[in-house]
């Protein structure tokens, strides 16, 4: 590859500089690609992004702004599978290799147009060339751009710009990425009150909160970016269709823990205390999500009554909410 005029170096790094104001949601729609084509002329210019173990290629698809009509025509149904067996672009792609290449790379011009690839996707729609390159990041994540355009094609120079900019890019992948993640734990914990980690797609543990953090000390004598061994296992078998959630007893207290997509749920829960049989009604029917004055009403006493019940069965448990008290009935 050549290496880059002084010209190209400052637009670089411009471009790197403010690459972060680009995105939206998602650090590589919108704007990003549009200006992405300033660096590299294309007609159309495209990012997918998908997870290759999980069994679909659901994720981001994204094109830049104004190139919707390109492809609008496309039976993509017919000509998708067509595309996937020719495109040594992307077969390249598949190889993992991070490394910008053009269709030009791989055939000539002779043997594309004779191929149905061009007869079916290309040639339609006026284009003649095509430019992709995969970030680099870890199996099982695939991030790829993809540029086509017609009349000339796409120079050394113009993959000597995406091969530059792809460790910036990985960076911006990353800190998205980390912010997801995040947002999907503080969600997951706000809703559910209980410790929450979350999980990389190898397994790994991507984020815990303090809780987590404590329950996993407490529980398995250990604490990191790798899971318990008990935890891993655990996993695995729920894979395989074994029973949940998992229990670990210690002492008179439990830890019980639940798969939820790519998080665990962890939730520490102690024997019932005694409660008078009226305390224990009141407490049922609040578990099964009856109001203060439906209480009353079915028990026929004051609402005043119930409540100075319940804030007897509250100092009997050591909690402050309805949720606290409720899950003290959960699974016995």
Not at 230 to 254: C, H, K, M, N
Request: hydrophobic share 40%.
């Amino acid at each position: 590859m050549p290496s880059l005029a002084r010209g190209d170096q400052g637009t670089i790094l411009r471009f790197v500089a403010e690459a972060e104001s680009f995105g939206s949601d998602h650090p590589f729609d919108g704007e990003f690609l549009t200006q992405l084509g300033r660096l590299v002329r294309a007609d159309w210019i495209g990012y997918c992004d998908f997870v290759e173990s999980s069994g679909d290629r659901s994720g981001n698809n994204f094109e830049r702004p104004g190139d919707e009509g390109v492809y609008s025509d496309i039976d993509w149904e017919a000509v998708g599978p067509v595309v996937s067996a020719e495109n040594p672009v992307s077969r390249h792609f598949r190889q993992r290799s991070s490394a910008a290449v053009r269709l030009s790379d791989f055939l000539t011009r002779r043997e594309l147009h004779h191929s149905q690839m061009y007869d079916l996707l290309l040639k339609p729609c006026g284009l003649e060339h095509s430019l992709g390159f995969r970030l680099p990041i870890a199996p099982p994540e695939t991030a790829r751009f993809v540029l086509d355009r017609g009349g000339r094609d796409f120079s050394a120079r113009d993959c000597t710009v995406l091969e530059a900019l792809s460790p910036h890019l990985v960076r911006l992948h990353r800190a998205h990425e980390v912010r997801r993640r995040l947002d999907v734990a503080l969600a997951v914990h706000e809703s559910s009150g209980v410790a929450v980690i979350l999980l990389e797609a190898d397994g790994r543990v991507a984020f815990a909160s303090s809780a987590a953090s404590a329950l996993l000390e407490r529980y398995f004598g250990k604490n990191g970016a790798v899971l318990p061994q008990q935890l891993s296992s655990w996993i695995a078998e729920r894979g395989r269709g074994a029973p949940d959630p998992l229990r670990v007893e210690a002492g008179e207290r439990t830890l019980v823990v639940e798969l939820a997509d790519d998080a665990l749920l962890l939730e520490e829960r102690r024997p019932l205390p005694r409660l008078t049989p009226r305390e224990r009604e009141l407490l049922e029917l609040v578990s099964d999500g009856w109001t203060n004055g439906e209480i009353a009403e079915r028990l026929w006493i004051s609402v005043g009554t119930v409540r100075k019940h319940l804030d007897n069965v509250y100092a009997k448990l050591g909690v402050h909410t309805r949720t606290a008290a409720a899950a003290f009935l959960r699974d016995g």
